[in-house]
């Protein structure tokens, strides 16, 4: 019998969640996992799918503490979340399950709150939720409530998106500045108040990576949206799953400055926060530019950040010119984020 | 603010839970919850399915307390529940996905055996668990792990089961012996011996329901699995669907002995047990007969236990010979049975 006991940090999206994925999950599911590391499984064969489509599955747990806070709730993340693993495989959503293990002596009235939240982003993305289930436990055996969403998508012919196609040469994109999610969640969980209010950026992320797919095609070669382990986890990633490195420039990482005061304040690195609004992407040498054009307005702030390279791991120049590797984080930092 | 709060009596699966799904969950998540009460639902349009299938897709998250007891573990519920709620829709199972949701401080032996039962029963379904998620809560935030696992299956061409289909004259079958999985979950629990030790009859379904499928085709109108509120609860749900009266004979259904005891020394009705290796089907007049030669053998005890009648409701004639009513339970029963 293993005795080694679950940490936090086995859940933080970093080093030590990786560790356990690849080295109890997937060692004891043994031969019964398909498993990669992508954010959403592919589906198909003849029999299901005649035409060149192929369908996208993923699911995610989420139990973020508190239940609402500025810009989102948990109802809201629920939602988010799940389209946009699909859409990081540029998948069309087609219908989502909702799954819920509420605590004993919840109010009514909270998860009332939490499934109109889910109803505006399921509008917002759009999906419809198709199934669902209801698990109650004790007073003290859970925080309130969890959700475990998964999602169905379709994959249109063509597309062929994955953490493994990026290719040196290729041009990094983030859709937008990082970090609000996560210090919107923290601020408030530790009763922080800045004179800005920073609002989670949760979001589902389908319309603007159907919209990236009309503009470049096949150009877009790899999708992450980073969430636990934040930007750092997420080209990481991309990086190890294509078997390159990437390096990044710190001065043109998007980040709004009451983010980057707070997260200054909590002592952590803003490059390691999780969004539930934003991706990032790998595209073609020449490409990027025009994918600026298309997630451009409406407040965002897309950027092109670094490029694809031969070698490994992630480097970052930093803004005072030097170069530093980008270590993915643990995975302590900011427990139950989503 | 709705202050009314969550009691366990809304997770048991009976009255309490399907008045939540109808005027709370359903509610609020309002239009953006395309939601019946079967199973599975299903997704399909001719954009992603071109050949007469379509695709079932369900969720459930388990809870079970203890995570160990006789014939069973959460493992093994958590792969058997889902294949179940696929199959019940006659859906062949293609992919599943495994959330897990873990308590700091669990030990890591305790995840790698409850992986192990859940490898063993996937590959028995068969079916494989092509993507997945891991949260970890701190300790005291849950009660050692959860798991949610979704599916997605294909129906056939021709295949139409749905909780809706039952018709008078239709004969109902049980496709073996009724009350293991509660008893043998109850019995751990509670700490009780029995001369006999009852185990879980936990199963996946689909090679049954497959054979099943083989044999009768379009004969089989409806099926359900008797999990939370037992035989009771499906035989309303189909009752309730299909807008049919159900009659069922008390003599006519199968249940071991050491679990009559157990039920009588619990003070429970051993028709509201949870089972999670059985189903309840309606079949067209005149092939009962087959359909028990096909569930027949390896120990199963099928048995035509009742018919499908004009009206509403379920009835049950007892062993006396009597008639009563056969209500939908409550729901506070057996809290925690999967």
Redesign the interface.
Known sequence: ????????????GGEM?SR??RE??FE????????DL?D??L?G?P?????P?R?A???????VRPLFFPGADLGRLAVCGTVNDLAMRGARP??L?????????????V??RV??S??EA??EAP????????????H????GM?I?T?G?G?VGGGVDVSLSRARPGDEIVVSGPVGNHAIAVLACREGLSFETEVESDAAPLWGRVEALLSRVGGDLHALNDPTRGGLAASLHAIAAASAVRIEVRERSIPVEPPVAFAAELLGLDVLTLANEGRFVAALAPGTAEGALSVLEGRGARPAIIGRVEEGAGVSLVTAGGGRRVLELPYGEEA??IC
Do not use: C, W
């Not at 005795?3 to 086995?10: K, N, P, T, W």
């Not at 599955?57 to 139990?63: E, L, R």
């Open positions: 019998m293993n005795d080694e006991r679950i940490r936090l940090a086995h859940g933080g969640t356990l994925i109890v999950i004891h599911l043994g031969a019964s996992a398909a498993g992508e959403s499984a589906l064969g029999e299901l799918l005649e035409g489509g369908l599955f993923t699911t995610d747990s989420y139990v087609l219908g399950s909702l799954s819920l293990i509420l605590e004993e002596g919840l109010k009514l009235g998860l009332e499934l109109e889910a109803r399921a509008e999906v419809q939720v198709v199934t669902g289930d209801t698990k109650v436990v004790e003290g055996a859970a925080d969890y475990t998964s169905v379709a427990p139950r």
